[in-house]
């Protein structure tokens, strides 16, 4: 797959931008490319370069939420990645956000087309979504939303809440919160440490209404500072 990683050191508001203007000139010069590729690597090389999806990667010391909210309206696929020194010879890299663009559609956006297909119930789970992913976001200038596979992580330097794709009855959120912490209320908090389950987080919170949503706020702060 053809790919562009644009790196900045620190944070800088012309990263994805530049990236974009880049990949962009890739895209116009294939042909030198495959050229370059075909003279360094070889011709069985060149013929495995795939153009039908390519993506940016951008690197940088942290960005802005406005950033985040850019790749999502982009049509490109875009990888926006903060790293972190630790020390004099420790990297960490750590993905903000990963935005699929062009026709391939997110494994959530498929969801919330299915659940709003099925019937008025469906649609209310997913408006009860955009209500919780609003509440996390508000937590904070620091919280970056990020799209995994299975759920939808919320993150300050770690995940302190994971938002499962709607079911047909009610939303999953797990959180850092310690459920050692937490009055356990049977249908509405579990302590699930140990057992599997999509997304990160020891306190799974079932929500079924919008007054379940207003009950869990002070467990979504909790967690929140708890990272």
Not at 128 to 134: N, P, Q, S, T, Y
Not at 152 to 167: D, H, M, T
């Amino acid at each position: 797959m053809v790919g562009k990683i644009e790196y900045k050191r620190g944070t800088d508001a012309g990263v994805i931008n530049q990236g974009l203007f880049y990949l962009a000139w890739l895209m116009d010069h294939r042909a030198e490319f495959e050229y370059l590729v075909r003279d360094r690597l070889g011709v069985t090389a060149a013929s495995q370069v795939l153009w039908s999806g390519p993506r940016l990667i951008c690197i940088a010391g942290d960005f802005t939420r406005y950033d985040v909210h850019a790749v999502r309206e982009h049509r490109r696929s875009i990888d926006l990645v903060r790293y972190r020194l630790f020390g004099s010879d420790l990297l960490g890299l750590e993905t903000v956000a990963s935005v699929s663009g062009g026709l391939q559609a997110s494994r959530w956006a498929r969801c919330q087309s299915v659940a709003q297909a099925v019937d008025i119930q469906g649609a209310a789970m997913v408006e009860l979504a955009g209500a919780v992913d609003e509440v996390l976001l508000g937590l904070g200038d620091g919280v970056n939303r990020v799209e995994r596979k299975t759920y939808r992580a919320y993150q300050r330097l770690r995940n302190f809440a994971c938002l499962c794709p709607p079911q047909r009855t009610k939303l999953l959120v797990y959180l850092k919160a310690s459920p050692k912490d937490v009055d356990l209320v049977p249908g509405f908090t579990r302590d699930v440490s140990g057992l599997g389950h999509h997304g990160t987080g020891d306190l799974e919170v079932q929500l079924r209404t919008p007054r379940d949503v207003e009950r869990a706020q002070e467990l979504f702060r909790a967690s929140y500072a708890a990272a």
